[in-house]
């Protein structure tokens, strides 16, 4: 059986019509399929997982939040059944990955995502990356814009977030190693090369191997930076003052922010985080 979730509050209602035309070419191939909203899951999605089996396929239909939040809900169950992506969000951070936004499979990847821990106790999975610093109060305003019903690129927010942020202190240990900056912009760990929909911003990072691609924005004056911003689309940035920029694959990373406790999971948000840990 095949099973197409679409997330109906997704990018103003893409997913839908991009899930009914999917049913069309099932249809057209005489497979059997159920279509499924998440709201109608209301919540059962381990439910729903624990009722497939290997012969099944499903596909999810949505942004890299929707996957995001499917694959939290079965974590940390095994996955034996086929998973397949229809990016219809906004980023399509994933998706991008793969230069792929018609169906694409994900089983080999879902059994082997990197782990998160909050503040000691919440453990979830990522798919993208996290971060905390600009990008996380960016999503943060993002959040408030999709309630608001408002519109704006990841690009056109960061520039007035740049405005008020403050960089904070950030103490953080990567593979046993300890390091201290005093005035981070952005601080990202990443299972892939995007994030905000496009921005390169680990351009180096695979996906398939065994580490996270960590970058470091630190101690640069606000012009410098704005100069600097436009570049990670490209990946360019990484060709600016290593001073300014670290970049360091590792396995276990914990990190710990001073003034600033917001965090992004894969566009996601989640608030007073004070402690996080990362494994490979």
């Not at 279509?35 to 209301?42: V, Y």
């Not at 993002?142 to 056109?156: G, M, P, V, W």
Request: net charge positive.
């Amino acid at each position: 059986m095949y099973y197409i979730l679409y997330n109906d509050r997704s990018n103003r209602g893409k997913p839908i019509w991009i899930a009914r035309k999917l049913v069309r070419k099932l249809k057209r191939k005489k497979i059997n399929f159920q279509l499924i909203s998440f709201l109608e899951l209301n919540g059962q999605i381990k439910e729903f997982h624990n009722n497939l089996s290997n012969q099944d396929c499903v596909y999810l239909v949505g942004g890299d939040g929707t996957f995001h939040y499917y694959l939290n809900h079965v974590f940390p169950e095994y996955i034996s059944y086929r998973i397949f992506i229809v990016a219809s969000g906004r980023g399509n951070d994933l998706a991008r990955d793969y230069k792929k936004h018609k169906p694409f499979e994900i089983t080999h990847l879902v059994n082997d995502l990197p782990t998160i821990t909050i503040n000691e106790e919440q453990k979830q999975v990522f798919i993208n990356g996290i971060g905390m610093g600009v990008d996380s109060n960016v999503c943060d305003r993002q959040l408030q814009n999709a309630i608001l019903k408002k519109r704006e690129s990841y690009f056109k927010v960061a520039l007035s977030i740049f405005k008020t942020f403050k960089p904070y202190p950030l103490d953080i240990e990567i593979d046993g190693k300890s390091y201290h900056y005093d005035k981070v912009w952005f601080f990202v760990c990443n299972h892939g090369c995007y994030f905000g929909g496009g921005m390169k911003i680990t351009p180096k990072a695979i996906r398939e191997d065994d580490v996270l691609d960590v970058c470091i924005v630190h101690d640069i004056k606000l012009w410098s930076l704005l100069l600097v911003f436009p570049l990670v689309f490209f990946g360019l940035h990484r060709f600016f003052r290593k001073k300014y920029l670290d970049f360091i694959s590792a396995k276990h990373i914990i990190a710990r922010p001073r003034n600033c406790n917001i965090l992004q999971l894969d566009g996601e948000v989640a608030y007073n985080v004070t402690r996080i840990e990362i494994h490979r």
